[in-house]
């Protein structure tokens, strides 16, 4: 079964550094990108990057460009996700997503299946 | 890039057709096949259920179904149900710098 499971809730005060992971399972981590989103309480999603796991090239919205890295451990299929500086504003469920690859060079946007969410609570 | 636009809410009564649009521009949804829907209950993470504009995953109910026509994707539920009330997201691939770009997403409310 592919599966991707996330690490639990954390709480953390402004200014703080943060690193949550994205733990890949039931498939060849390398042959797929891995993708984040956000989504700040009773809002909609948004696309937050992609890395690809067999050379960690990235691609990040430019939203969370210089905010956020996105990383990868291929020798244990995790995907990290991780702040240098928290804000308050980025309180909000984080998913990751195994992600499709290109085709004819445009890549896939699918994302399936998804990891269960990790609530990041950032409050002074 | 702004959002792709959805409706905030559709509603419908049980066994009939809803049809949910994802709007976009000639950057998107216009020049590439690369959209995908999610569904997503409340305190869930989504789930997919269309893929490349009308492709459907295995195990997902063939009571949906995905189209586009020139910068408009859509997603239609036909045969409404009750289990399918929840949030429906679309999301493109765009060539601006933002690469992909969730629709700001839309409530299924089963009368």
């Known amino acids: 079964e592919v599966q991707l499971v996330q690490s639990g809730a954390d709480m953390k005060k402004p200014g703080e550094s943060l690193r949550i992971s994205c733990k890949a399972s039931?498939?060849?981590?390398?042959?797929?990108?891995i993708t984040w989103v956000r989504q700040m309480p009773g809002k909609g999603l948004e696309w937050m990057g992609r890395?690809?796991?067999?050379?960690?090239?990235?691609n990040y919205s430019p939203s969370f460009q210089g905010h956020v890295t996105i990383s990868v451990d291929k020798s244990i299929t995790t995907a990290y996700l991780q702040w240098s500086s928290l804000k308050a504003s980025d309180t909000a469920t984080y998913y990751c997503?195994?992600?499709?690859?290109?085709?004819?060079?445009?890549?896939?946007?699918?994302?399936?299946?998804w990891g269960q969410g990790t609530l990041v609570t950032v409050s002074s | 890039q702004s959002a792709l636009t959805q409706p905030a809410s559709v509603s419908g009564s049980p066994g009939q057709s809803i049809t949910i649009s994802c709007s976009g521009t000639n950057s998107d949804i216009g020049i590439y096949n690369s959209v995908s829907w999610y569904q997503q209950h409340p305190a869930q993470a989504p789930q997919l259920i269309i893929y490349d504009v009308s492709h459907r995953p295995s195990g997902v109910s063939n009571r949906f179904s995905g189209s586009k026509s020139g910068n408009t994707a859509s997603l239609t539920i036909s045969g409404l149900q009750a289990e399918d009330e929840a949030d429906y997201y679309c999301i493109s691939y765009t060539n601006t710098g933002t690469l992909e770009v969730f629709g700001t997403g839309t409530k299924v409310t089963v009368l």
């Open positions: 997503a195994r992600h499709g690859v290109e085709v004819a060079g445009v890549p896939s946007v699918w994302f399936d299946p």
């Open positions: 890395i690809d796991p067999s050379d960690s090239y990235t």
């Open positions: 039931g498939y060849t981590f390398t042959n797929y990108w």
